[in-house]
Nanobody, 125 residues
Framework: QVQLVESGGGLVQAGGSLRLSCAASGRTFSSYAVGWFRQAPGKERDFVAAISWSGGSITNYADSVKGRFTISRDNAKNTVYLQMNSLKPEDTAVYYC?????????????????WGQGTQVTVSS
């Protein structure tokens, strides 16, 4: 069992930065790949970024955030981060982290076993 808690969301102006954190419980967190997803009102939950298990050597990003967002993990702290730079109003959404018992993160929400409660990110123009 893994419990995930996101933090770091907030209100920021366009062009600004935020760093989201996903803190996990459980001693085997390094055995899970982790993904970040986001959901805007009235829209589906979309893939943002993912990182592989263990050392996190494999990452992938949605085209819409590539070059602006960076996912990383610190297994000693049981935490995955999403550094978001050059934020745009269209990045406004609730951001969720999710963990799956697999080597690599995927882009498909239902392939993840555990989810956090989400953190709101609002980017003003």
């Amino acid at each position: 069992q893994v419990q995930l808690v996101e933090s770091g969301g907030g209100l920021v102006q366009a062009g600004g930065s935020l760093r989201l954190s996903c803190a996990a419980s459980g001693r085997t967190f390094s055995s899970y790949a982790v993904g970040w997803f986001r959901q805007a009102p009235g829209k589906e939950r979309d893939f943002v970024a993912a990182i592989s298990w263990s050392g996190g050597s494999i990452t992938n990003y949605a085209d819409s955030v590539k070059g602006r967002f960076t996912i990383s993990r610190d297994n000693a702290k049981n935490t995955v981060y999403l550094q978001m730079n050059s934020l745009k109003p269209e990045d406004t959404a609730v951001y969720y982290c999710a963990a799956r018992a697999g080597v690599v993160g995927t882009t498909v929400p239902h392939e993840y076993n555990y989810w956090g409660q989400g953190t709101q990110v609002t980017v003003s123009s």
